[in-house]
């Protein structure tokens, strides 16, 4: 397993400006935004044993930031 980090900019790079208009004009979609990368940060740290968790907390962090992608992905498609 790698403990790269999945950053939004990275997981869409091609949809950076829309993600940048839409974080500016929908309030929903910017707190997606941060919350995505809130989690991802606290998942990153834990994968790299900078804050140690367990394995079934970091499950539930996965599945939060997926949840959230999943969120991101379907806001960017409608554009």
Do not use: C, W
């Not at 990368?37 to 599945?63: F, G, S, W, Y």
């Amino acid at each position: 397993m790698t403990h790269t980090p999945h950053e939004l900019i990275e997981e869409f790079h091609d949809q950076v400006d829309l993600m940048h208009a839409l974080k500016l004009k929908d309030s929903h979609f910017a707190k997606m935004y941060d919350a995505y990368h809130v989690i991802n940060k606290a998942i990153h740290r834990a994968e790299t044993d900078l804050e140690p968790t367990d394995d079934m907390h970091l499950i539930e962090m996965r599945k939060q930031r997926l949840a959230l992608k999943d969120e991101i992905a379907s806001a960017l498609r409608a554009g």
